[in-house]
């Protein structure tokens, strides 16, 4: 392993329950050296994000596309940068696997449901599928693996904890329940002996609270580059304004 990736491996382990790791999410390399410059020690690239800096709709990019961008944000910044490479695009673990680690990144996320479709994989199928991912990296990837039962609507917590469970045993080093509600993290946390990632709104993340429910990372999604989208959107606005328009 690189020190990036034992660098990234450690900051999720002994953090106190108040002091969450806190990951931005650049979609670009420039939004990357910005994070990167204000102190953050590790960053993870939102597929969503990325998608929308690149003139697609989520679940759109090509995966050359995707991977290219993301080597371009791991070039810009001396810190880890995860990657968020959704489902896998149809690769074979092994072929993955190489994409990523091609591209620097010092872990990955992947999802447990079918962009196009909606609907959930077969969590044993795809437990099985993790775990070859996880035995082709060898160590050399950080693999959060994305539990999407809320976001699907499935509300029940103990469905989610199959899965965590599951993928656990693959060897996932962390399990990212997306759009848990907060008051389900403290029986998520009781079901995994796993770092648990959970979502928080870019407007105004309760980070330290979600820490104390029992999340031991924080991720944004898209959010940090909608709300930059949002301002270059004001600014055009103010300039055409300007103009007299």
Known sequence: ???????????????????????????????????????????????????????????????????????????????????????????????????????????????????????????????DWLAEVVAEADGALFVNARVDTFLRGVSDPREAIVRLRLYAEAGADCVYPILAPPEHLPLLRAGTDLPINAFAPAADPPVAELGRLGATRITFGPGLQRRAQAAVTDMARELRRGLGA
């Open 1 to 127: 392993m690189t020190a990036h990736h034992e660098t990234f491996r450690a900051l999720h382990h002994g953090r106190e329950a108040a002091d969450p790791l806190v990951l931005p999410g650049p979609w670009d390399a420039a939004s990357a050296r910005a994070f990167a410059d204000a102190g953050f020690p590790a960053l993870a690239t939102p597929s969503a994000g990325v998608a929308a800096s690149l003139g697609h709709e989520d679940g759109a990019v090509p995966a050359a596309e995707m991977f290219a961008a993301v080597a371009r944000i791991v070039r810009a910044v001396d810190v880890p940068v995860s990657a968020d490479v959704e489902g896998g695009y149809g690769l074979a673990p092994k072929e993955l696997v190489a994409r990523v680690l091609e591209t620097g990144a010092a872990g990955c996320n992947l999802e447990d449901s079918d962009a196009a479709t909606g609907s959930l994989k077969d969590p044993r199928r795809h437990a």
